[in-house]
T-cell receptor, first 115, second 109 residues
């Protein structure tokens, strides 16, 4: 199992600025996933963060806009760059799929408002 | 790409009623998750299924791999069960989850 600490829990940011979201897991995991949940919508996968290699981005998401770091097996960051009001969403990190696990684990989410 | 459909989108019921939420998907999977999301945004895992049926307290989840369909049942529903219930599927390997749009459940006293 895993416990994920995600921060910040919420932020209000000015357009054109960047915000870095951090996730710390209490155990070593192979992959960490970053999701976005736009208002009233379900979650969409942004990218998979792999330790020791570049993140793998889903269609519609690019590294320049959402750079990801994964310096070790317990930590990852997602940066939302050059923000606009359309970036206002909840961002979540998650871990799943480790051998023997019977559930997925999620961070508490970061509620981002861009003004 | 897997398409995940949930029904109903919204459900209001009286306390004590038996609740069923359905999920179907289009492509074979390695696992299906049922998740619960409360108004603050936090997500809790309820079940992970690859076959058959699982039960935890008043919650029961079933999956039919051949029909690509899963159901979540809540027996003796209670107002504290009010939340958004989300079905998500995992294609296996390095895949993240693909999510349904969620079912917004309200249980009235």
């Amino acid at each position: 199992s895993a416990v994920i600490s995600q921060k910040p829990s919420r932020d209000i940011c000015q357009r054109g600025t960047s915000l870095t979201i951090q996730c710390q897991v209490d155990s070593q995991v192979t992959m960490m996933f970053w999701y976005r949940q736009q208002p009233g919508q379900s979650l969409t996968l942004i990218a998979t963060a792999n330790q020791g290699s570049e993140a793998t981005y889903e269609s519609g998401f690019v590294i320049d806009k959402f750079p990801i770091s994964r310096p070790n097996l317990t930590f990852s960051t997602l940066t939302v760059s050059n923000m606009s009001p359309e970036d206002s969403s909840i961002y979540l990190c998650s871990v799943t799929g480790e051998w023997g696990w019977t559930e997925a684990f999620f961070g508490q989410g970061t509620r981002l408002t861009v003004v | 790409k897997n398409e995940v459909e949930q029904s109903p989108q919204n459900l209001t019921a009286q306390e004590g009623e038996f609740i069923t939420i359905n999920c179907s998907y289009s492509v074979g999977i390695s696992a299906l998750h049922w998740l619960q999301q409360h108004p603050g945004g936090g997500i809790v895992s309820l079940f992970m299924l690859s076959s058959g049926k699982k039960k935890h307290g008043r919650l029961i989840a079933t999956i039919n791999i051949q029909e690509k369909h899963s159901s979540l049942h809540i027996t003796a529903s209670h107002p504290r069960d009010s939340a958004v219930y989300i079905c998500a599927v995992n294609g296996g390997g390095a895949d993240g989850l693909t999510f349904g749009k969620g079912t917004h459940l309200i249980i009235q006293p």
